[in-house]
């Protein structure tokens, strides 16, 4: 199975880096449970994918902050119980300014250090983002915030695809450029199926002034559905063969998870022959596809560090 890409590309005859030292670099995002049994999911996932060694792991936020204890508390917990780098997502919705900035003091006090500065989706029901009366218009505004309460790293999205509420490409372009001057020092981008997105939009990145560090997001597809869902929301095409590929998989997940390790192994393998050396993971909190996927690309355990 090939990924559409550059006419003559030679990544299909590219030997992989399997060695134990490989340059890879992996992180990996998850979202807070809303129960125990998700809860136990939760960190069973964790203790799968912390011998990785990923340089962060983040927790999300809900649509409208809805999950903004529970976020803590896991983020908290990571921080106190695991050696896991952990990256807090905080956004502007539904929050004022003085509640914003109780959620950060209360992440620099749990030893904290990494935010993950969002705009944030609207509250479920809502189409459009409306600011709070006392909040934030955007994440430029969040991002000078935060640094000016404490010094976190902070990283933030793009969308190579185009934000669906941007004007232009270019216009996209120019608030991730904002967001880099007002304090970012990462971007990750939304997810997408055809490696030519991801490096034209790097290219077009750095020729407007981009110079952080944009990694790409990679969502393995497990389920054909809820992608589609997603990518209606965020703006990310759906090729064609992708389509072809998963239609009538939705009984079958085990030939939909082979399918799916195959096609995100081939996405990450075509970038890493374009000089690609991190890789960001929406999990959906499942261990398995994601492990394999960092297994077929040479990113191997090297140590427990959950004990």
Known sequence: MKLPGKKGSQAENTPLNLSGSSPLQVSFEFFPPATEAATKKLWTTLERLAPLDPSFVSVTYGAGGSTRQTTHDVVA???????????AHLTCVGASKAEIEEVAHAYWEAGVRHIVALRGDPPQGETEFKPHPDGFSGSVELIEFLKKLHDFEITVGCYP????????????????????????TRAITQFFFDPETYLNFVERAASNGVDIPIVPGILPITSYSRIKSFSAQCGTQVPAWLTHLFEGLEDDPATR?????????????????EGVKNFHFYTLNRADLVYGVCHSIGVRPKSSIIE
Do not use: F, W
């Open 77 to 87: 917990r990571i921080r106190q119980e695991t050696d896991l780098e952990p990256a």
């Open 161 to 184: 695809e185009i934000h669906p509420n941007a004007h232009s490409s270019q216009s996209d372009l120019d608030y991730l450029k904002r967001k880099m001057d007002a304090g970012a």
């Open 257 to 273: 998870d082979y399918n799916a390790a195959i096609v995100a192994s081939e996405l990450c393998r075509r970038l890493q022959y």
